[in-house]
Nanobody
């Protein structure tokens, strides 16, 4: 299974972007989908996650500005509003679940660059 992320780009501060991440094939069972980001010189950090039951979790730095959602066909989206220069990073999607009833699965997307200019 591969994850294809899209939607990154260059935006001015205060603007919005929507990231999307879709698997290349059907995943048997998904426990959690998430977005992480890694800024230059910094460690990768969790931005937002959503459980199979729909519970969401956000980093304090993005609460009230970003919204994670599950879309059709196991796609996960991240709506980013009121973007700030410090949101500049490569964003990675992540899926944790099962590929079949006996084997767990964790997959990372290839990353999509978000650049916010001041």
């Amino acid at each position: 299974v591969q994850l294809q992320a899209s939607g990154g780009g260059l935006v001015q501060a205060g603007g919005s972007l929507r990231l999307s991440c879709a698997p290349s094939e059907v995943i048997f069972s998904i426990n959690r989908m998430a977005w992480y980001r890694q800024a230059p010189g910094k460690q990768r950090e969790l931005v937002a996650s959503i459980s199979s039951g729909g519970s969401t979790n956000y980093a304090d730095s993005v609460k009230g500005r970003f919204t994670i959602s599950k879309e059709a066909k196991n796609t996960v989206a991240l709506q980013m509003n009121s973007l700030k220069p410090e949101d500049t990073a490569v964003y990675y999607c992540n899926v944790v679940g099962y590929s079949d009833p006996w084997n767990d699965l964790e997959v990372w997307g290839q990353g999509t660059l978000v650049t916010v200019s001041s």
